[in-house]
C-alpha cells in the first residue's frame, strides 16, 4: 500500500444528510474493506485490455483469464467475478458508485491511499495530519473504540485485517480493541487445538509478499473461528490482497484475488445467518478504501498523481436497508459517512458525541 505525499486537488463535497438513528432490527454490524479494488472491476468485471501479458502482466495465458473472467456484457462479467456482490449483497440491499449510472462514492481525504482513507471511514473525518502509511498510533478515536465504550458493546468490538498497521490506524495501545492484524499470528486457544497450531504454523513459515500485509487465506481462518467463539457485534474486517497485486502489476492476481475476497465475504456472511444471534439482525457494509488510476499503466497505482483514484463503491446488505440494488444518481457519497452509519444501525448517534462527523447514509437506514 504505497503512500503517497502530494495533495489531491479536487474537493469532495459532503452531502445527503440523513436520519440520526435508527432503532431497527441491526444488532450487530460488520465494516469490510478490499484494499484498493477498483469500482470499474465492481461494475464492469475484468478490463479486456488489461487481459494479457503485455499491459496487464498476466502470467496466466490469455486464453485461460479470458475463460475465467471475460464475459460479453458488464452484467455477466461483474457477476462471474463477484457471485455474492451480485448475486446476494445487490440483490437483497444497495450498492453506490457505478458512475456509468450517475451514481458516486469518493473520498473526501485528498490523498487517495490507505491510512487517510481508513481514518475517513471509521473516524467520520478527514485528518489532514494523516499523510503517510507510516504516520503512527491515530490521534482520533474511531467508532468502533466509541462504541466499545457503551455498557452493551464493551468487548464485543473487534479489528480483523491483514495489513499490520490496523494496529495504528485503530490505535491498539489506547483503544483496547481486540486487533488481529498482520503477519502476528492469532492467539487461538489455550491450550491451543491441532487447528490453532497448523494456523499459527503458517503464519510463521510462510514467506511474505508483504511484511506488512499476511495472506487474505490466514486472516479468514482466524476471522471465522473468532467470530464463533466470541460473537462480536461490531467488527471491522480488511482484505488486503486486491491492492498488493495492483502494485505487483499483476492484474490476472487483482481478479483472482478479488474473486476470493468476495467469496470470503459469503462465507462470512452465510457463518454469521447460520448462528442465532446474528440472523436477521447484521448489518454488512462491505467497500474499499481508495480508488485506482486507470488506463494500461496506472491501474497499478493511485494517489493524487493517477486520475480517478478519490473514486470508490459502498455495498450495503442488512435487514435495515431497503432493497434498491445498483443505484442510479442520487447526490454524491463520501467515505467520511460511514463511521455515523455503522453507528446508526445500532441505534447510536455518533454526531451528538463527533459533531464534525459526516452524515449517515440516510438512503441505507429505515
Ligand atoms: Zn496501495
Redesign the pocket.
Known sequence: ??ACLAILIAAASPVSAGAAQTAGKTQNVVLIVS??LRWQEIFTGAEEDLLNDNAGGSWLPEADLRKRYWRATAAERREALFPFLWGTVAKRGQIFGNQTLGSIARVSNGKA??YPGYNEMSTGFANDVIDSNEFGPNPTQSVFEWLNKFDDFRGRVAIFGTWGVFKDIFNERRSGLVIQAGWTPPPGQIPPTPRDALLRRLYATTTPLDEEDVDNSFLQVALLDYVKSARPRMLFVGYGET?NWA?QGRYDLVLDSAHRTDAFIGELWDTMQAMPQYRGSTTFIITTDHGRGGGLTEWKE?GVEEKGSENIWVAVIGPDTPVLGERRGGPALVQAQIAATLAAFLGKDYRAAVPRAAAPIADVLH
Open positions: 500500500m504505497l484494499d484498493g491511499f490507505s491492492d502494485h493511485h
